[in-house]
């Protein structure tokens, strides 16, 4: 929660985003088997079981480029059954953005997209959307 507590001098732009994005090629619900490759990629800001669009900001990938990857690809199942091979899926937890953070880390080609509680970032469709 923010609460105003005073007015100060212009201290210079803000310092922005070098790293690449990770980015949503698909709509859906995020499943935590893509997650947990994704997530070597780099930090995440979405979870399991979390709605996805297509060009939505996933997480932050650890070099200068952006990646386009799949939250909501599904694990492919098969009728072998070993015992003991039950996979738990551990996820490093996401650490939430309050409106400030997202502002000062979006970059020129990205747009923030506010909806309470959770404020997502995606880029910019220049051939749909124009500024």
């Not at 996805?52 to 072998?80: A, C, F, Q, W």
Request: charged share 30%.
């Amino acid at each position: 929660q923010s609460k105003f507590l005073e007015y100060r001098e212009y201290k210079g732009p803000l310092k922005k985003n070098t790293r690449g994005a990770m980015i949503s090629t698909a709509h859906g619900v995020c499943t935590p088997h893509a997650l947990k490759e994704i997530e070597s990629k780099g930090p995440l800001f979405v979870r399991p079981g979390q709605k996805v669009y297509e060009g939505m900001v996933i997480g932050e990938h650890l070099k200068e480029d952006d990646i386009e990857l799949n939250p909501t690809r599904e694990k492919k199942l098969s009728n072998v059954r070993t015992v003991g091979h039950e996979e738990n899926i551990r996820l490093v937890p996401v650490k939430p953005f309050n409106i400030e953070e997202v502002i000062s880390y979006v970059r020129d080609d990205e747009l923030v997209e506010v909806t309470p509680p959770v404020s997502y970032t995606h880029l910019t469709l220049p051939t749909i959307y124009s500024v």
